[in-house]
């Protein structure tokens, strides 16, 4: 069939099909084809990540359904009553309850005595662990930072049990050694005086050594050549730790100081099995009084209104001790 029979049988000849070409083209404005190439960059970035989403889709789903929904959902059940009919929107009401309760403020008291008394002499003890352990040769290194991390590894109860033990007041350790040298047994949990400071020994003594480890790892990362010529200054063990290894192990201290004082505001298996929270609050703290306003009393809005304070709380020290130990030099 001759070309012009079926240009003419199309409808549409070689010049016709340019010019309307031109004309499709001339018809799409800029903005169009920005936006069509930017669209098609989307579509290949999306492409090209679908394997990294698709693996990561079990972790991330987990994640929304048990921490992001019901953190959200506490937070919109700190603002209601809850019964067993249903919820009920009462506002701010929880709060108020709270701020003009005296139970609440010797709570929120305990917890920021632990967080003091755990926070500044774990950092330091660590930090020093850390200095006289990375002096020694690498297997007595390996021998005191796993000594030092076992206990970490250990589960809380285990652990709790031990020092209750410990802490036993007729048949304890600790009250047997006392014995040996003419002092009274200590009621080390039943004695509002002692209570809570046998909590934080128990800590001190048993959670540091990744924080201990962590030190070591960052001292060194440190050049040697800095120590090197310190030396030849003539600068002391001691000067070249305060002018060289205190510096430089800034973000290292910052991180330790930020962890340790969001665990000392979560502290919970000690108290639940050494102390139950006694005597008389002596030992409570804001997750106890969550555990206890949830689940022994049944008043979930009040729980609830105390875990939003709680973790205002801890945003806000933590965005403190940021602001206050950040560093733009890192080893």
């Known amino acids: 069939?001759?070309?012009?029979?079926?240009?003419?049988?199309?409808?549409?000849?070689?010049?016709?099909?340019?010019?309307?070409?031109?004309?499709?083209?001339?018809?799409?404005?800029?903005?169009?084809?920005?936006?069509?190439?930017?669209?098609?960059?989307?579509?290949?970035?999306?492409?090209?990540?679908?394997?990294?989403?698709?693996?990561?889709?079990?972790?991330?789903?987990?994640?929304?359904?048990?921490?992001?929904?019901?953190?959200?959902?506490?937070?919109?059940?700190?603002?209601?009553r809850f019964a067993l009919t249903g919820r009920e929107w009462v506002g701010f009401e929880n709060y108020q309850d709270l701020l003009q309760d005296d139970e609440f403020y010797i709570v929120l008291k305990n917890t920021l005595v632990y967080a003091l008394a755990i926070v500044p002499v774990g950092v330091l003890l660590s930090l020093i662990l850390a200095i006289l352990i990375f002096q020694l040769p690498t297997p007595a290194q390996i021998f005191f930072k796993s000594a030092y991390y076992l206990p970490v590894v250990t589960s809380g109860v285990v652990l709790s049990l031990i020092w209750l033990y410990l802490y036993d007041p007729a048949f304890g350790l600790l009250n047997y050694l006392l014995g040996t040298i003419g002092i009274d047994p200590v009621l080390w949990l039943a004695d509002p005086r002692f209570s809570l400071l046998s909590i934080v020994i128990m800590i001190h003594a048993s959670q540091w050594g990744g924080s201990i480890i962590l030190l070591t790892a960052s001292m060194g990362g440190i050049p040697k050549d800095l120590y090197e010529a310190a030396s030849l200054d003539g600068a002391s063990f001691f000067r070249q730790t305060v002018s060289i290894t205190l510096p430089l192990l800034k973000p290292a201290i910052a991180f330790v100081a930020i962890t340790g004082s969001i665990a000392s505001l979560q502290i919970f298996t000690e108290i639940f099995l050494l102390t139950s929270g006694g005597p008389n609050l002596a030992t409570t703290n804001l997750v106890y009084s969550i555990y206890e306003q949830g689940f022994i009393r049944f008043d979930f809005g009040r729980a609830s209104a105390i875990a939003v304070l709680l973790l205002l709380l801890t945003i806000g020290i933590a965005l403190a001790q940021y602001r206050l130990l950040r560093s733009n030099v890192e080893y």
């Open 1 to 80: 069939m001759p070309s012009s029979w079926r240009h003419h049988r199309s409808g549409i000849g070689p010049t016709r099909k340019v010019e309307y070409a031109v004309a499709v083209h001339s018809s799409i404005s800029p903005k169009d084809s920005e936006f069509e190439h930017r669209r098609s960059l989307i579509s290949q970035r999306l492409r090209g990540y679908f394997w990294g989403y698709f693996f990561i889709f079990p972790s991330l789903a987990m994640f929304l359904l048990f921490s992001l929904y019901p953190m959200a959902d506490s937070i919109r059940l700190s603002f209601q």
